[in-house]
T-cell receptor, first 112, second 112 residues
Framework: GENVEQHPSTLSVQEGDSAVIKCTYS??????FPWYKQELGKRPQLIID?????GEKKDQRIAVTLNKTAKHFSLHITETQPEDSAVYFC???????????FGAGTRLTVKP | DGGITQSPKYLFRKEGQNVTLSCEQN?????MYWYRQDPGQGLRLIYY???????QKGDIAEGYSVSREKKESFPLTVTSAQKNPTAFYLC???????????FGEGSRLTVL
């Protein structure tokens, strides 16, 4: 089955710097790659997702890139702010939510 | 207010006891899910349900049971057969099996 690895497990950046979180997946049939953000004590929420028919997607300060050949995808956050501090999870799925596999999470800390 | 509600937020159980976690949604979503979250690991799927009166095992269903008698409700029972039940449990729902996951705030179960 699908296996998703996420790096780094923790990341600390200065406010205003960029942050990059990387994920690799094992099943080349995966075609949907969401990113969820979980602030401390709160529920995970979808922040951005990408499907395999595109290589990059942007939404204001966040972007996701996908390299299907290498089977990896990355989350990029520019101009980081303290409110970006959270745990970020990547995931990959072939068809539906029942086969979605999550990475172990990255704890991002943005220092003011 | 539309959303997904889990209760209780914190629960303590003695070894050998069954415990039921509640999950209710008023989003009119067809699909509902239960995930387990452990430190350093991604979310792992326990059970999911696509429609009322139907549910399927996820990756780690052993020691758990569910029911889906109403569209709005998907309770999870952690049985005494679950060898390591102390964890954070997240319920989620989605409009369809391929839709965005909407999570509850979670229930933290501690076995004493």
């Amino acid at each position: 089955g699908e296996n998703v690895e996420q790096h780094p497990s923790t990341l600390s950046v200065q406010e205003g710097d960029s942050a990059v979180i990387k994920c690799t997946y094992s099943d080349s049939a995966s075609n949907y790659f969401p990113w969820y953000k979980q602030e401390l004590g709160k529920r995970p929420q979808l922040i951005i997702d990408i499907r395999s028919n595109v290589g990059e997607k942007k939404d204001q300060r966040i972007a996701v890139t996908l390299n299907k050949t290498a089977k990896h995808f990355s989350l990029h956050i520019t101009e980081t702010q303290p409110e970006d501090s959270a745990v970020y999870f990547c995931a990959a799925s072939i068809n539906d939510n029942n086969d979605m596999r999550f990475g172990a999470g990255t704890r991002l800390t943005v220092k003011p | 207010d539309g959303g997904i509600t889990q209760s209780p937020k914190y629960l303590f159980r003695k070894e050998g006891q069954n415990v039921t976690l509640s999950c209710e949604q008023n989003l009119n979503h067809d699909a509902m899910y239960w995930y387990r979250q452990d430190p350093g690991q991604g979310l792992r799927l326990i059970y999911y349900s696509q429609i009322v009166n139907d549910f399927q095992k996820g990756d780690i269903a052993e020691g758990y049971s569910v029911s889906r008698e109403k569209k709005e409700s998907f309770p999870l029972t952690v049985t005494s057969a679950q060898k390591n039940p102390t964890a954070f449990y997240l319920c989620a729902s989605s409009f369809s099996m391929a839709g965005e996951l909407f999570f509850g705030e979670g229930s933290r179960l501690t076995v004493l």
